[in-house]
């Protein structure tokens, strides 16, 4: 175990990025982003870290910036959050579907309108098909292990695709807390030099991103979704070989007090920590509840989710987006397309909460609890409710 | 584990004093959290700030609604802001001002333990500008308990540089002149 240390989660997560080597990074600023583009910008200014750093006029120049840097070989960074996910949002399927191993930090924020810089997951959901590897972090350690972790994941061979890290905004981006920062000795121990596939250059001319019509698109449509559905299996590895050298260990889904329990809980990011001292005060009331935390987005676990569900009665998948008009949360629809085949599969309840930065204490998800517990008709599985919303 | 609620104006000082806290705890073996109230900020216009320590891991996440201590940076506030919102009933009000305790105790009626500085004049004394932020956080060790003065040493030196012994001065002539009326 190294020293723990205090600092702001996005300071900490440039520091760790400073660790890895990067040839380039290309980040627009934003809130809650900013302090890790100026951060990683200071780095490279103070000649801590030798990497250009390209101060584009966009988050659309940055992606492509990254895009044509990656392209010739360069190990590429960038970082958005919110309108500048949205403004990425054209390129991001062209950096997966070219194998571009770019790692993003998402500092994820409310989409506008109305305009609010505050936390929730509507920037990245609108991204989820865009065919990059899709991680969500609960807590600074995780924020700073991921952002190294990433780079090693996107770059293997049986990999090449951009992989996106999801760090709440505010939540954990500007809090100061404790964590081990990796030395750079164990960082280069860890982390590889990216051996790329292909590279451009004048000498030795490739095409990447070519033009495809119908009697090729459909092929590479399909070879898109095989490498992100094989990509799993280095995720795993990967994360094994990161918790036998750091002693930190990642899964898919992790699980809290969930094997015996009746009702469990799924969240997604910073939520997780909080909704866990929620099943610490049920459990000493007697109340059989269990914790489900989804840490890989893209791939989806499928069998993970399966496993650490199938014994619960009731499950409240927990969502801080929603598909208007839709079925409820994207986590809420995807969770019931994995169950729809399960004989043996809970209940299924959805509460959208926390939007743009609104807070939910302990009580709101014992509340949660409770209200499940309560509707002892089942009158209210299969619907999805705005949690504390006023009407 | 302890809550503190910082109440200043954009400008003064909280969010450092939260970051300061927080690290200085860390680097003395303890967990914290350090974190600013959500959102855009104007120069001038009342802020919070927040600070979490504890012995064990802390898990919660989601905002400090029952503070243990409620601190303010600046006595213009009160009045304007509800500083005791939430306050335990036997917490601590910690209020950088010239007026005594018992003042402090009468103008808000509060009944747990109530605590002034003048750490604007000190700061003034002994750095020559009216930011009390790291002066009044040798009041809140003080008066908490909850680490040693010498613990923000390193921290301060690595955030003011030449100025930190000043810094320090300061945050040590609060902790010994803070007059605390329980």
Redesign the interface.
């Known amino acids: 175990m190294g020293k723990?240390?205090?600092?702001?989660v996005a300071v900490a997560v440039a520091e760790a990025v400073g660790l890895c080597n990067i040839d380039m990074a290309a980040v627009y600023p934003i809130t809650p982003q900013s302090h890790i583009a100026e951060h990683l910008s200071d780095l490279v200014a103070d000649g801590k870290i030798d990497a250009e750093f390209v101060t584009v006029e966009s988050e659309h120049s940055a992606m492509s910036a990254v895009i044509g840097s990656s392209g010739a070989g360069a190990r590429s960074y960038t970082a958005t959050s919110s309108q500048g996910l949205m403004y990425m949002h054209e390129l991001l399927p062209i950096a997966s579907a070219m194998r571009l191993p770019i790692t993003m930090a998402i500092a994820n924020r409310a989409v506008s309108g109305p305009l609010n810089?505050?936390?929730d997951h509507s920037d990245i959901m609108p991204q989820r098909d865009s065919g990059w590897i899709s991680i969500f972090v609960e807590n600074g350690q995780e924020s700073i292990d991921m952002s190294i972790i990433a780079f090693k994941i996107a770059e293997h061979k049986d990999v090449m695709l951009p992989v996106n890290i999801n760090i709440d905004g505010?939540?954990l981006t500007?809090?100061?807390?404790?964590f081990e920062m990796p030395t750079q000795e164990e960082v280069n121990k860890f982390l590889p030099p990216f051996v790329p596939h292909a590279t451009l250059h004048p000498a030795k001319p490739v095409t990447m991103g070519a033009f495809a019509m119908s009697d090729y698109f459909t092929e590479i449509m399909k070879a898109k979704d095989e490498a992100l559905k094989n990509s799993k299996k280095v995720i795993l590895e990967v994360w094994d070989e990161w918790a036998k050298l750091f002693g930190r260990s990642y899964k898919p889904v992790e699980t809290y007090k969930a094997d015996d329990a009746e009702v469990l809980m799924l969240t997604m990011g910073?939520?997780g920590?909080?909704a866990?001292?929620a099943i610490d005060e049920l459990r000493a009331k007697g109340i059989k509840a269990g914790l489900v935390k989804l840490r890989l987005w893209r791939p989806f676990p499928f069998e993970e989710i399966k496993a650490a569900i199938k014994n619960a009665k009731k499950l409240i998948v927990t969502d801080r987006a929603n598909s208007f008009g839709g079925p409820g949360g994207p986590v809420f629809s995807e969770i019931k397309s994995a169950l729809y085949a399960e004989v043996q599969r809970p209940l299924i309840y959805n509460y959208i909460y926390g939007l743009g930065?609104r807070?939910?204490?302990?009580g709101d998800f014992t509340g949660m609890f409770e209200k499940v517990l309560a509707d002892t008709a089942n009158k209210q599985a299969d619907t999805y409710e705005f949690w504390g919303v006023r009407e | 584990m302890i809550e503190v609620r910082w109440h200043g104006r954009g400008g003064q000082g909280a969010v450092t004093s939260?970051?300061l806290l927080?690290?200085?705890?860390?680097?003395a073996?303890k967990?914290?959290?350090?974190?600013?109230s959500?959102?855009?900020e104007r120069r001038g216009a009342p802020v919070a700030a927040f600070t979490r320590i504890d012995d064990k891991k802390?898990?919660?996440?989601?905002?400090i609604?029952e503070p243990d201590v409620v601190l303010v940076l600046d006595a213009s506030l009160i009045g304007l802001v509800n500083v005791l919102d939430g306050l335990k009933p036997g917490g601590k009000l910690i209020v950088n001002t010239a007026k005594s305790p018992d003042e402090i105790r009468k103008d808000l009626h509060f009944s747990g333990t109530v605590a002034t500085v003048d750490g604007t004049g000190i700061a003034r004394k002994e750095m020559g500008v009216p930011i009390a932020n790291t002066t009044m956080i040798g009041a809140l060790l003080k008066v908490t308990g909850v680490m040693d003065l010498d613990a923000m040493k390193e921290s301060v030196e690595h955030r003011f540089g030449r100025i930190a012994q000043k810094n320090l001065n300061a945050m040590k002539r609060s902790y010994d002149e803070i007059k605390i009326s329980n």
């Open positions: 723990r240390i205090g600092m702001e810089i505050l936390n505010f939540q500007h809090m100061v807390e404790p910073s939520m920590e909080t866990q001292m930065g807070d939910v204490p302990v | 939260v970051e927080a690290v200085s705890a860390i680097a073996g967990y914290a959290q350090g974190f600013p959500f959102g855009p802390i898990n919660v996440r989601s905002g609604y």
